[in-house]
């Protein structure tokens, strides 16, 4: 029985690559920002902990825009 071709190209090929990025890229940052949740709450509070507070808030946000711009269609991290 020959198999029918199933082309790698256009929208939905596109379409399915974007969600299955995004799906298996937002449990890892979902982790890694509820992780981060008590150590941005008591970092302010310590010698030099509002810097290092403001560093890993800085890589959430970086993180969290990577994932935005993979989201997109035809967009590049």
């Known amino acids: 029985m020959p198999m029918l071709p199933i082309p790698l190209t256009g929208k939905l090929f596109d379409a399915v690559r974007v969600v299955a990025v995004v799906a298996l890229l937002m449990p890892p940052l979902l982790l890694a920002a509820v992780a981060s949740l008590p150590a941005l ?22 993180w969290t825009s990577r994932l935005l711009a993979v989201g997109r269609v035809g967009g590049s991290a």
Do not use: C
């Open 41 to 62: 709450a008591l970092l302010p509070f310590l010698p030099g902990g509002d810097l290092r507070a403001e560093r890993m808030m800085r890589q959430l946000m970086l």
